[in-house]
Protein backbone atom coordinates (compact mmCIF):
# COMPACT_ATOMS: atom_id res chain seq x y z
CA UNK A 1 0.00 0.00 0.00
CA UNK A 2 0.79 3.12 -0.17
CA UNK A 3 1.41 5.61 3.52
CA UNK A 4 2.75 9.04 4.00
CA UNK A 5 3.49 10.46 7.26
CA UNK A 6 3.85 14.23 8.28
CA UNK A 7 3.14 15.91 11.57
CA UNK A 8 -0.18 17.62 11.49
CA UNK A 9 1.00 21.08 13.02
CA UNK A 10 3.76 22.79 14.14
CA UNK A 11 4.89 26.51 15.60
CA UNK A 12 7.54 28.41 15.23
CA UNK A 13 8.52 31.56 16.00
CA UNK A 14 9.59 34.52 13.64
CA UNK A 15 13.03 34.36 12.55
CA UNK A 16 14.06 31.35 13.82
CA UNK A 17 14.31 27.73 11.64
CA UNK A 18 11.79 24.91 10.83
CA UNK A 19 12.23 21.85 9.93
CA UNK A 20 8.75 19.54 8.58
CA UNK A 21 9.37 15.87 8.01
CA UNK A 22 7.82 13.72 5.78
CA UNK A 23 8.23 9.66 5.74
CA UNK A 24 6.51 7.54 3.11
CA UNK A 25 5.87 3.76 1.59
CA UNK A 26 5.03 3.41 -1.75
CA UNK A 27 5.03 1.40 -4.39
CA UNK A 28 8.02 2.25 -6.53
CA UNK A 29 9.10 6.03 -6.47
CA UNK A 30 10.09 8.54 -8.58
CA UNK A 31 10.57 11.50 -6.74
CA UNK A 32 9.09 14.11 -3.76
CA UNK A 33 7.44 17.00 -4.30
CA UNK A 34 6.94 19.62 -1.71
CA UNK A 35 3.91 22.00 -2.00
CA UNK A 36 2.86 25.09 -0.06
CA UNK A 37 -0.86 25.83 0.46
CA UNK A 38 -2.14 28.85 1.98
CA UNK A 39 -5.75 28.27 3.91
CA UNK A 40 -8.56 28.27 1.20
CA UNK A 41 -5.92 28.52 -1.56
CA UNK A 42 -4.64 26.23 -4.08
CA UNK A 43 -1.45 24.41 -3.81
CA UNK A 44 2.13 26.37 -4.89
CA UNK A 45 5.01 24.06 -6.38
CA UNK A 46 8.37 24.87 -3.81
CA UNK A 47 10.46 21.73 -4.64
CA UNK A 48 11.32 18.02 -5.96
CA UNK A 49 13.63 15.80 -5.23
CA UNK A 50 14.81 12.70 -7.50
CA UNK A 51 18.20 11.94 -6.04
CA UNK A 52 19.37 11.47 -2.25
CA UNK A 53 21.08 14.63 -0.90
CA UNK A 54 19.78 18.22 0.10
CA UNK A 55 18.66 20.89 -2.55
CA UNK A 56 18.36 24.48 -1.95
CA UNK A 57 16.05 27.24 -3.06
CA UNK A 58 16.44 30.82 -1.47
CA UNK A 59 15.37 30.53 2.08
CA UNK A 60 13.56 27.05 1.69
CA UNK A 61 15.73 23.40 1.44
CA UNK A 62 14.48 20.45 0.60
CA UNK A 63 16.32 16.56 1.93
CA UNK A 64 15.57 13.19 0.66
CA UNK A 65 16.85 9.72 1.73
CA UNK A 66 15.27 7.46 -0.64
CA UNK A 67 16.90 4.36 1.13
CA UNK A 68 14.57 5.36 3.84
CA UNK A 69 11.50 6.71 2.12
CA UNK A 70 12.36 10.17 4.06
CA UNK A 71 12.37 13.88 3.17
CA UNK A 72 12.60 16.88 5.14
CA UNK A 73 11.80 20.79 4.42
CA UNK A 74 13.70 23.44 6.25
CA UNK A 75 12.29 26.77 5.96
CA UNK A 76 14.69 29.40 7.44
CA UNK A 77 14.53 32.73 8.70
CA UNK A 78 11.02 32.46 9.24
CA UNK A 79 8.48 34.96 7.89
CA UNK A 80 4.79 35.48 9.03
CA UNK A 81 4.07 34.81 5.09
CA UNK A 82 4.92 30.92 5.91
CA UNK A 83 2.11 30.30 8.04
CA UNK A 84 0.64 27.35 5.99
CA UNK A 85 -0.04 23.81 5.23
CA UNK A 86 3.20 21.85 3.86
CA UNK A 87 2.42 19.12 1.96
CA UNK A 88 4.73 16.17 0.90
CA UNK A 89 4.12 14.53 -2.19
CA UNK A 90 6.03 10.86 -3.30
CA UNK A 91 5.49 10.15 -6.92
CA UNK A 92 5.29 6.54 -6.92
CA UNK A 93 5.35 4.86 -10.61
CA UNK A 94 5.14 6.14 -14.13
CA UNK A 95 1.86 7.31 -14.56
CA UNK A 96 2.64 11.16 -13.48
CA UNK A 97 0.50 10.52 -9.76
CA UNK A 98 1.28 12.32 -7.08
CA UNK A 99 0.22 10.62 -3.85
CA UNK A 100 -0.50 13.69 -1.11
CA UNK A 101 0.20 13.41 2.36
CA UNK A 102 -2.55 15.34 4.81
CA UNK A 103 -0.09 18.05 5.20
CA UNK A 104 1.44 19.47 8.30
CA UNK A 105 0.57 23.37 9.50
CA UNK A 106 2.47 25.52 10.39
CA UNK A 107 2.09 28.28 12.63
CA UNK A 108 4.50 31.22 12.61
CA UNK A 109 4.41 33.46 15.90
CA UNK A 110 6.34 36.67 16.41
CA UNK B 1 -0.42 34.28 -18.97
CA UNK B 2 -0.87 30.53 -18.99
CA UNK B 3 -2.72 28.84 -16.15
CA UNK B 4 -5.94 27.27 -15.40
CA UNK B 5 -9.03 28.68 -14.22
CA UNK B 6 -11.78 27.21 -12.23
CA UNK B 7 -15.06 29.12 -11.55
CA UNK B 8 -17.26 29.82 -9.65
CA UNK B 9 -14.62 30.47 -6.42
CA UNK B 10 -17.93 29.86 -4.30
CA UNK B 11 -20.61 27.28 -5.04
CA UNK B 12 -24.33 26.77 -3.19
CA UNK B 13 -26.74 23.75 -3.93
CA UNK B 14 -29.62 22.07 -2.53
CA UNK B 15 -29.44 18.74 -1.82
CA UNK B 16 -30.61 17.00 -4.30
CA UNK B 17 -29.27 18.67 -7.33
CA UNK B 18 -26.09 17.69 -9.88
CA UNK B 19 -23.78 20.54 -10.49
CA UNK B 20 -21.24 20.77 -12.77
CA UNK B 21 -17.54 22.56 -11.80
CA UNK B 22 -15.76 23.78 -14.74
CA UNK B 23 -11.83 23.84 -15.22
CA UNK B 24 -10.02 25.44 -18.45
CA UNK B 25 -6.39 25.48 -18.49
CA UNK B 26 -3.93 26.98 -21.77
CA UNK B 27 -0.79 25.03 -20.73
CA UNK B 28 -1.06 23.19 -23.53
CA UNK B 29 -0.76 20.26 -21.03
CA UNK B 30 -2.65 16.33 -21.97
CA UNK B 31 -2.88 15.83 -18.17
CA UNK B 32 -5.80 17.12 -16.22
CA UNK B 33 -6.71 15.88 -12.81
CA UNK B 34 -9.75 16.26 -9.82
CA UNK B 35 -9.12 16.73 -6.52
CA UNK B 36 -11.18 16.84 -3.28
CA UNK B 37 -10.03 18.38 0.09
CA UNK B 38 -11.55 18.38 3.31
CA UNK B 39 -10.81 20.35 6.43
CA UNK B 40 -7.36 18.35 7.57
CA UNK B 41 -6.86 16.39 5.51
CA UNK B 42 -4.59 15.84 2.08
CA UNK B 43 -6.08 15.69 -1.58
CA UNK B 44 -8.07 13.16 -2.76
CA UNK B 45 -7.89 11.92 -6.54
CA UNK B 46 -11.42 11.78 -7.86
CA UNK B 47 -10.57 11.25 -11.69
CA UNK B 48 -7.67 11.89 -13.86
CA UNK B 49 -7.65 12.31 -18.03
CA UNK B 50 -4.05 11.79 -19.49
CA UNK B 51 -5.47 12.64 -23.13
CA UNK B 52 -8.51 14.26 -24.93
CA UNK B 53 -11.52 11.35 -24.73
CA UNK B 54 -10.08 9.24 -22.11
CA UNK B 55 -10.27 9.21 -18.25
CA UNK B 56 -9.45 7.14 -14.97
CA UNK B 57 -11.20 7.13 -11.86
CA UNK B 58 -9.82 8.03 -8.62
CA UNK B 59 -9.66 6.83 -5.32
CA UNK B 60 -13.40 8.40 -4.41
CA UNK B 61 -14.81 8.62 -8.16
CA UNK B 62 -18.53 7.26 -6.22
CA UNK B 63 -21.02 10.10 -7.08
CA UNK B 64 -18.82 12.19 -9.55
CA UNK B 65 -18.34 12.02 -13.96
CA UNK B 66 -16.10 13.93 -16.01
CA UNK B 67 -15.68 14.47 -19.32
CA UNK B 68 -12.71 15.44 -21.35
CA UNK B 69 -13.90 16.07 -24.91
CA UNK B 70 -11.11 19.10 -25.68
CA UNK B 71 -7.78 19.19 -24.63
CA UNK B 72 -8.30 22.52 -22.68
CA UNK B 73 -11.45 21.89 -20.73
CA UNK B 74 -11.93 19.14 -17.81
CA UNK B 75 -15.32 19.77 -16.30
CA UNK B 76 -16.43 17.63 -13.03
CA UNK B 77 -20.30 17.09 -12.22
CA UNK B 78 -21.04 16.19 -8.70
CA UNK B 79 -24.12 14.08 -8.73
CA UNK B 80 -27.02 13.66 -6.31
CA UNK B 81 -25.80 10.27 -5.29
CA UNK B 82 -22.94 11.99 -4.26
CA UNK B 83 -23.18 11.51 0.07
CA UNK B 84 -21.38 14.49 1.27
CA UNK B 85 -19.98 16.77 -1.62
CA UNK B 86 -19.72 20.30 0.61
CA UNK B 87 -15.50 19.90 -0.13
CA UNK B 88 -12.99 22.14 -1.55
CA UNK B 89 -12.57 21.09 -5.04
CA UNK B 90 -9.10 21.27 -6.79
CA UNK B 91 -8.00 20.98 -10.25
CA UNK B 92 -5.00 20.46 -11.70
CA UNK B 93 -2.88 19.44 -14.89
CA UNK B 94 0.78 18.06 -15.37
CA UNK B 95 2.53 17.40 -19.12
CA UNK B 96 3.73 14.35 -18.95
CA UNK B 97 6.80 13.09 -19.82
CA UNK B 98 7.98 16.57 -19.44
CA UNK B 99 7.42 17.03 -15.67
CA UNK B 100 5.68 15.12 -12.95
CA UNK B 101 4.80 18.86 -11.55
CA UNK B 102 1.27 19.52 -11.21
CA UNK B 103 -0.33 23.20 -11.40
CA UNK B 104 -3.28 24.03 -9.35
CA UNK B 105 -6.37 25.86 -10.34
CA UNK B 106 -7.65 28.38 -7.49
CA UNK B 107 -10.55 26.16 -6.76
CA UNK B 108 -14.03 25.65 -5.61
CA UNK B 109 -15.52 25.52 -2.25
CA UNK B 110 -19.08 23.55 -2.76
CA UNK B 111 -21.55 24.22 -0.24
CA UNK B 112 -24.48 21.76 -0.30
CA UNK B 113 -27.22 22.41 1.90
Known amino acids: GQNIDQPTEMTATEGAIVQINCTYQ??????LFWYQQHAGEAPTFLSY??LDGLEEKGRFSSFLSRSKGYSYLLLKELQMKDSASYLC???????????WGAGTKLIIKP | DGGITQSPKYLFRKEGQNVTLSCEQN?????MYWYRQDPGQGLRLIYY???????QKGDIAEGYSVSREKKESFPLTVTSAQKNPTAFYLC????????????FGPGTRLTVT
Open chain 2, 49 to 55: SQIVNDF
Open chain 1, 49 to 50: NV
Open chain 2, 27 to 31: LNHDA
Open chain 2, 92 to 103: ASSNPGISYEQY
Open chain 1, 89 to 99: APTPDSNYQLI
Open chain 1, 26 to 31: TSGFNG
